[in-house]
């Protein structure tokens, strides 16, 4: 799939002085390129593009260049192409404006406009990205809802996205404590790093001793300190500094990342030089986080009350278990700790579907005076679902104040650590979504479509009045966290489908009855049950005007044309039956398995009709009928939905008749058939039918007439077989049997035997009318 896909390493050295010279730093480009995809009109999340990049670490600049490209030279006008960006997980996207479903949490993302009329293209420039995977999808405007037959030329759009970027091979790393000598130019930065361990609650980089080398000017130096990098939801800390010295702080920084560091110069043709430093602090770090080598993983699970036998190496599972007995050990641990960091358990429960426990019980204590944390790490396969939090309060152990609450904040990167009114649920550089539950609401729900890679951190603390607090101190919360592939999987009006961008998986709601959404729980247009009641019925009950082309067919002996008729039938009704979108549904097998049987029991009812008005001989028509069968089922295995499928046999079938009709002619050296009266009154009106319904199938279908187009549809190619079927042969008697045999009431026969075989009569065939 990938044969498209370019990645070339260019390596262009850019004035190469290494790190013991001035801090300068060398550039190497890189580029990527993904294969044109053709576009569709939006109608839900599986009508969106979606391409994903990796850019490195310690890029200096992105530059993605957008191309699309109109596929036909006919006029199409002019559509505008809609481009989202993201970093961390796809794009969040809602082109039409529908609701989300309660306690979904999103934020919109970069969005471009480009507007294509034969051949565009945009660039999007990006300094200093975030590291790690970026999603690009495109789309186009809303779909108008008409339903276009597959292989008749339209309108289309081909999108092809490519990435160029510039990035640091020998970038300087700040270490603690120690100050680096830097300089800046106007045009060449000074790039650093440097590293954040867990458990850092403050980080601070400091610019000292600035000069220009100029005299009293190099006094105000006008450098602009940034930290972090752009992720277009998120920008770096930015500081600017005058005077010799300037630092910026950071309060609850990303633990465990290397933090990108970027000092510019705002003076023009001056290389200023400066020392620039780093600290962090540690305010609160536990004594353990995580599992003892001998711990039981099957013990934990089970809540049980095994502790270490060794007391100098206590683990958070002894204190878990402390809290949740109150034991005697409950106020020297209270007074002591500084935060409780409980261990988690992963689970892979299927695609896009994980669960973390706790593995000490679902149980989770929660005090007053120092915060409790919980980790989930999620990794890139894990983007594509929705990330569910539920906090259940659990007040039958403890009295819990009406004004007390447990404050909840979960936030990417670091955990908010301070949980008051003061300090909200953000992070350095990343937002957080805050929650509470208390007495009146002891039950709250969050959910985040396609969160992004990184560790998550939940942390929960108490809060209360002083005199609630004493009675009140430990309170239990159940926390349920988990991702699931879509939200409270669509609801009854939807469908949550996986889908597939090359080997990353990610899934989406597609909605029925009018329904929208992201979790289909949008009825601003919804379908009411009548009206869904209504389209049921119309397409099933269409399928009856079958019945009286069954009965001519059996009237004239075509018992084999009137089986298939019956087929058709049968399938047609119960496949629309169960087809119907909302809850006016009745599938009586598998849905591709009527959905086969309708398709094919269709075309071989043209198939056989015209055949049979081509009156040819038995031998010869029964052939084609088994021939022409088998090979219709067999493209209908390759594309059901096809045109030609539909279009081929008919085409044939038209063939074989013209030709049996002009031999006849030629033979006779008049027109066949013969009789104007079957000409005006059946074959004209006949022909018209099948006209007009074909037409309604192909051009005039819609989403919203789709049940009245169709059901018209039925009726016309059904009462069309009653025009156009001709009369009984001349000879043939009951049931289509072979000429020569006498059949009876008294279910007797008697062959008329000339010779060794059955005599038939050798007349010509006429059409007559009956």
Not at 133 to 154: C, N, T
Not at 269 to 292: D, H, W
Not at 347 to 369: A, C, H, I, K, Q
Request: hydrophobic letters at 40%.
């Amino acid at each position: 799939m990938e044969f498209c896909f370019l990645r070339c390493l260019l390596v262009v050295a850019l004035t190469a002085r290494t790190l013991g010279d001035d801090g300068q730093v060398t550039f190497v480009s890189e580029l990527s390129s993904k294969p044109a995809q053709k576009l569709s009109k939006y109608g839900w999340y599986g009508n969106v593009r979606l391409q994903r990049f990796h850019i490195p670490e310690e890029t200096a600049i992105a530059r993605w260049l957008f191309s699309v490209t109109k596929g036909h030279n006919f006029n199409c006008g002019q559509h505008n192409v809609t481009i989202h960006i993201r970093w961390g997980a796809p794009p969040v996207i809602n082109p039409i404006g529908s609701a989300f479903p309660n306690a979904t949490l999103w934020s919109p993302c970069q969005s471009l406009i480009l507007p294509v009329t034969s051949h565009s293209s945009t660039t999007f420039n990006l300094s200093n990205p975030a590291p790690g995977e970026w999603y690009v999808a495109a789309h186009l405007p809303e779909d108008d809802g008409r339903i276009e037959q597959k292989g008749f030329p339209s309108c289309s759009y081909f999108f092809q996205p490519q990435l160029s970027i510039r990035r640091a091979v020998d970038t300087p790393i700040l270490q603690q404590g120690k100050f680096l000598q830097q300089t800046a130019d106007p045009d060449r930065p000074a790039r650093l790093k440097l590293y954040v361990p867990e458990f850092a609650s403050s980080l601070f980089v400091s610019v000292a001793d600035c000069s220009t080398g100029e005299g009293v000017d190099g006094a105000n130096c006008s450098l602009v300190l940034r930290l972090g990098s752009a992720s277009l939801q998120h920008g770096p800390v930015t500081v600017n500094c005058s005077g010799i010295s300037c630092s910026a702080a950071l309060s609850n920084p990303p633990w465990h990342t290397w933090l990108r560091v970027v000092v510019e110069s705002s003076q023009d043709n001056r290389t200023v030089s400066f020392s620039i430093v780093s600290n962090y602090t540690v305010g609160c770090k536990p004594k353990s986080v995580g599992l003892a080598a001998d711990d039981d993983i099957n013990k934990l699970r089970g809540n049980s009350s095994y502790t270490n036998s060794s007391a100098g190496n206590s683990s958070v599972v002894e204190d878990a278990v402390a809290f949740g007995n109150r034991s005697s050990l409950l106020p020297p641990l209270l007074a002591s700790a500084c935060i409780w960091s409980i261990p988690v358990l992963y689970e892979e429960v299927d695609v896009l579907s994980l669960r973390f426990n706790p593995v000490n019980g679902p149980n989770v204590s929660v005090t007053n005076t120092h915060p409790t944390m919980l980790t989930y790490p999620l990794h890139t396969q894990a983007t594509g679902g929705t990330l569910n939090l539920q906090l259940t309060l659990n007040t039958t152990n403890a009295t819990v104040g009406n004004s007390s609450r447990v404050v909840a904040c979960l936030s990417p990167w670091a955990p908010v650590l301070e949980l008051n009114h003061s300090q909200p649920c953000r992070t350095a550089l990343f937002g957080g979504y805050g929650v509470e539950v208390n007495v009146s609401v002891p039950k709250a729900v969050v959910r985040l479509p396609f969160p992004q890679s990184t560790t998550w951190y939940l942390t929960l603390q108490l809060t209360c009045n002083s005199s609630e607090c004493g009675n009140t101190s430990l309170v239990s919360v159940v926390p349920e966290v988990f991702i699931s592939a879509c939200v409270e999987d669509c609801g009854t009006y939807g469908e949550c489908r996986l889908l597939r961008s090359y080997s990353y998986l990610y899934a989406a709601c597609v909605c029925k009855a009018g329904r929208s959404g992201w979790g289909c729980t949008d009825d601003s247009t919804a379908q009411s049950y009548r009206r869904q009641l209504t389209a049921t019925l119309l397409l099933t009950l269409s399928n009856l005007f079958f019945l009286p082309a069954i009965v001519v067919a059996i009237k004239r002996y075509y018992i084999t044309e009137a089986s298939v008729y019956l087929f058709t039938m049968f399938f047609s009704t119960f496949y629309h039956a169960c087809d119907q979108p909302g809850i006016a549904v009745l599938c009586i097998m598998d849905y591709d398995t009527l959905q086969y049987c309708d398709f094919l029991g269709s075309v071989c009812s043209i198939w056989v009709t015209i055949l049979c008005m081509a009156r040819i001989r038995d031998a010869f028509k029964y052939t084609l009928f088994m021939l022409g069968a088998l090979l219709i089922a067999m493209s209908m295995q390759l594309d059901r939905k096809g045109l030609w499928n539909l279009l081929g046999p008919v085409l044939c079938a038209i063939l074989f008749m013209v030709a049996a009709w002009v031999y006849q002619g030629v033979r006779r050296r008049h027109c066949y058939p013969p009789s104007w009266k079957r000409w005006a009154f059946y074959l004209i009106p006949g022909a018209i039918c099948a006209l007009i319904g074909v037409c309604l199938y192909i051009f005039a279908e819609t989403e919203d007439n789709y049940y009245y187009t169709h059901s018209l549809w039925h009726i016309l190619v059904a009462s069309c077989v009653v025009f156009l079927l001709p009369p009984k042969e001349k000879n043939r008697e009951a049931f289509g049997w072979t000429r020569g045999w006498s059949w009876s009431w008294s279910w007797s026969w008697r062959p008329r035997v000339c010779g060794y075989t059955l005599c038939q009569s050798s007349k010509e065939e006429l059409y007559t009318v009956t």
